[in-house]
């Protein structure tokens, strides 16, 4: 995954959470220039509004439950104001990620 930051709507407002489910370890998440190693069977709230991107260097897949925890208040604001919580766009570049993906034994 290339350095980035996340800047969607909900980012400032909500933790992000990562669940490894399968990783090895030569994969890593990096945030501002530091690698972590985040291992299966533990959860991790991540800062994605610091620049970070993830690094694969085996030939295994790589699969982490990535979910944002929103306040029902944060929700309830963001539907009052209109503001499209779907964001379909980044989800549909998410499935055709997932369509992409292929796990090795």
Known sequence: V???KDNCWWHGHCPRIHVPVITNEQCFWVVE???HHLPVGSYYEV????FHSA??????GRLHLVFDIMDQSVYDQAIAAGIDISQRDI???AIDSWDQLTLND
Do not use: D, M, Y
């Open 33 to 35: 220039g530091r690698s």
């Open 47 to 50: 800062n994605n509004r610091k």
């Open 91 to 93: 989800f549909n570049s």
């Open 2 to 4: 290339a350095i980035h």
């Open 55 to 60: 690094v694969n260097n085996s030939t295994h």
